[in-house]
């Protein structure tokens, strides 16, 4: 039998998921905040916070975009329905950002990275993506040189 949650357990706005990787293995050059066409028990599942975007890219499918290996997992209190863990689902955005994304990804290096999963003020489920470059490998050691050295720098701060 599975564990009721209490009302406060479930999140109504915030962050659900963060793909962290996501800035250490692409630049972002540019963000854009999508809607998600989700079912019920996709929603139920979101909020209670079991979801991973780690993996999670953009496609195009006839003109639409589509976010690809998002893991959802299944609603604990599901009846008789429910979805697919590792479905595409659709992206919504306005007709011109679908085609600067969709201009943006054919060009070579280009990538649709899912960069943050939240519900905003409206308790409605929002995906930050972002057009990502890959980098290199020297430049993932230049990134954390400057981070380590960022909070070298707030410790010796901290002392005076």
Known sequence: MPVKKKKSDFISTGNV?????ATFDYY???????????TGTEVKSLRQGHAN?????????????????MFI???????????????DRKL?????EINDIIGSIARKGTTL????????DKGRAKLEVGLGVGKKLYDKRETEKTRDWNREKARVMARF
């Open 28 to 38: 972002i050059t540019e963000k854009f905040v999508a809607g998600l066409q989700l």
């Open 73 to 87: 997992a299944e609603y604990s209190n599901k009846g008789y329905a429910s979805h697919a863990e590792k479905r």
């Open 113 to 120: 990275v899912a960069i943050r999963l939240f519900f905003n």
């Open 92 to 96: 919504l955005l306005k007709k011109k």
């Open 17 to 21: 998921a963060q793909n962290r990787r």
């Open 53 to 69: 975007i780690n993996d999670a890219f953009g496609v195009e499918k006839g003109g639409e975009l589509y976010i690809s290996n």
